[in-house]
């Protein structure tokens, strides 16, 4: 049996140990990167394709005629065509929590970033400020306690729920978005009520078609002036124009990103124009630990193992991703 994986380079450096890969399954092929012109030629003889980011679409599951299996190494699935997938009677699988404890501190790494000024601080060390300071503890930038404040979750699966134990633990007041015009669930509470409400939004729900832009002016208008938004979800799910807007007319605080709507982003992205310090930008590393990426090829192997024997993986299935 033959397995291809069309951009092994998103997941490694040289860094990882693939005995399970090869365990579950071999020979294998392992693609740095796959333009799609290169695609039909890699995949014509494999029964388990994995990608990360590039696009299955219908004309590649259609030209692989001894596909029986592909691997997402992520857990969204915005890039597989799962109708042609399906017609094909070729099951699609991805990885779930494999980045959480990853994930977690980014998000963290990005509050504590932003209410604490951090890069301010950092500036003014820098420039020798602090070296000729008439005091101690130059206080030139506010610094703001995350205990007290009230966090906004959108999208409750099981990153949302580990960030909420996180916010616990800093005392944060913890509110979950219903989803966007949805009859209130226990335990939720309206989505534009939480975005009037809260000191940090942070985004944890899929990408999918109610839920690009659900971030736009409207919604940060709604946002306190003091507030901050925080998205290492997808980059389409908040609106770079309208959040740009919102920074730089203050109507909100600051934000932190891991995301882009496109990545790599152009050198003429406007968000990446902005050079104040109340908006953090990183280039979507909140899952990349080594120890996350190393479960990540640990789980695509145990779904190939257990495909191939007949025992349960993880199939995606369309509500499988909670908001």
């Known amino acids: 049996m033959a397995a291809v994986f069309l951009d092994f380079g998103s997941v490694t450096r040289g860094d990882m140990d693939c005995t399970a890969l090869e365990q579950a399954i071999s020979p294998w092929q392992f693609y740095d990167e796959t333009d799609p012109d290169q695609v039909a030629e890699r995949i014509k003889d494999a029964e388990v394709v994995v990608c990360n980011k590039f696009s299955m679409t219908r004309d590649i599951i259609t030209y692989a005629n001894r596909l029986k299996l592909i691997c997402i190494a992520a857990t969204g699935y915005n890039n597989i065509d799962l109708a042609t997938a ?110 009037q409400q809260a000191d940090f939004i942070t985004l944890h729900c899929p990408l999918l078609n109610d839920t690009r832009d659900l971030i736009g002016q409207r919604e940060l208008n709604l946002m306190k002036p003091t507030a901050f938004l925080i998205n290492t979800a997808r980059g389409a799910i908040v609106n770079e124009a309208d959040l740009l807007d ?41 899952w990349a630990s080594k120890e996350s990426r190393q479960r990540l090829l640990n789980q695509i192997a145990q779904n190939i193992h257990n495909f191939f024997h007949h025992k349960p993986f993880n199939q995606v299935m369309d509500d499988m991703l909670d908001m």
């Open 86 to 195: 399906a017609e094909r009677n070729v099951p699609v699988c991805n990885v779930r929590g494999y980045a959480t404890p990853s994930v977690v501190q980014h998000v963290f790494m990005l509050m504590l970033n932003l209410s604490c000024n951090f890069e301010s601080y950092r500036q003014l060390v820098k420039d020798g400020r602090w070296q000729t300071s008439r005091h101690f503890c130059p206080l030139d930038f506010n610094i703001e306690e995350l205990s007290g404040k009230v966090l906004g979750i959108i999208g409750y699966g099981e990153l949302g729920r580990a960030v909420s134990m996180v916010a616990a633990a800093f005392g944060m007041q913890v509110l979950v978005a219903e989803h966007k015009g949805q009859p209130l669930r226990p335990g939720r509470m309206p989505f534009d009520a939480a975005l």
């Open 246 to 286: 919102a920074l730089t007319n203050g109507r909100i605080a600051g934000a932190g990103l891991d995301v882009l709507w496109k990545e790599p982003p152009m050198h003429d992205n406007l968000l990446l124009q902005y050079r104040q310090p109340n908006l953090i930008i990183t280039p979507h590393v909140a």
